[in-house]
T-cell receptor, first 118, second 115 residues
Framework: AQKITQTQPGMFVQEKEAVTLDCTYD???????LFWYKQPSSGEMIFLIY??????QNATEGRYSLNFQKARKSANLVISASQLGDSAMYFC???????????????FGKGTKLSVKP | DTEVTQTPKHLVMGMTNKKSLKCEQH?????MYWYKQKAKKPPELMFV???????INESVPSRFSPECPNSSLLNLHLHALQPEDSALYLC??????????????FGPGTRLTVL
């Protein structure tokens, strides 16, 4: 079974509008971290935001916020006021803290390609 | 300095060549990683070094040979590669494998083409 599921292979959003990128995860580890990375066509993976499983509040970093719904095992990324420079591939990732089968490594979803239209 | 650097940016090599990829970080991180990424796919973990010791080798073929000469440097030696090894090779570092939430900082990658 996939540990990280991103169901949207591609998304379009109009410049200046908000967009939500979906991510669901599967783990039995009570202690885990969820990450979002942005990868422009240049290739570099850019860390955007992190949410810990015990964090009570949703994480926010500038225009990025993480809509964390623990019971539903979802960690959606919300980008407000989209900019042309937001066009990129976005990966959701998870790290299980208590070893588990993933040995504490990052597990990536398949990614969502976001295109921002002017 | 929150940067991970990788050289070269692009590399084209024949199947009989020997080449090396280099990764460097000066953040005092003690865990370093090599990932392989094919087009339109997520990164796949290849190797993990923790305190300069190889911690994880994800069943990578022996034609890929990692080396961690010191805490700031990570090399990936390539020999007798196959065309299917053409990919983006990403290096990353983090404070430690089990330190905090272990945010990984990635370098810009090396785009490798094997002819």
């Amino acid at each position: 079974a996939q540990k990280i599921t991103q169901t949207q292979p591609g998304m379009f959003v109009q410049e200046k509008e908000a967009v939500t990128l979906d991510c669901t995860y599967d783990t039995s580890d009570p202690s885990y971290g969820l990450f979002w990375y942005k990868q422009p066509s240049s290739g570099e993976m850019i860390f955007l935001i992190y949410q810990g499983s015990y964090d009570q509040q949703n994480a926010t970093e500038g225009r990025y916020s993480l809509n964390f719904q623990k019971a539903r095992k979802s960690a959606n990324l919300v980008i407000s006021a989209s900019q042309l420079g937001d066009s990129a591939m976005y990966f959701c990732a998870m790290r299980e803290m208590n070893y588990g089968g993933s040995q504490g490594n990052l597990i990536f979803g398949k990614g969502t390609k976001l295109s921002v239209k002017p | 300095d929150t940067e991970v650097t990788q050289t070269p940016k692009h590399l084209v090599m024949g199947m009989t060549n020997k080449k090396s990829l280099k990764c460097e970080q000066h953040m005092g991180h003690r865990a370093m990683y090599w990932y392989k990424q094919k087009a339109k796919k997520p990164p796949e973990l290849m190797f993990v070094y923790s305190y300069e010791k190889l911690s994880i080798n994800e069943s990578v073929p022996s034609r890929f040979s990692p080396e961690c000469p010191n805490s700031s440097l990570l090399n990936l030696h390539l020999h007798a590669l196959q065309p299917e090894d053409s990919a983006l090779y990403l290096c990353a570092s983090s404070q430690g494998r089990w330190v905090g939430y272990n945010e990984q900082f990635f370098g810009p990658g090396t785009r490798l083409t094997v002819l």
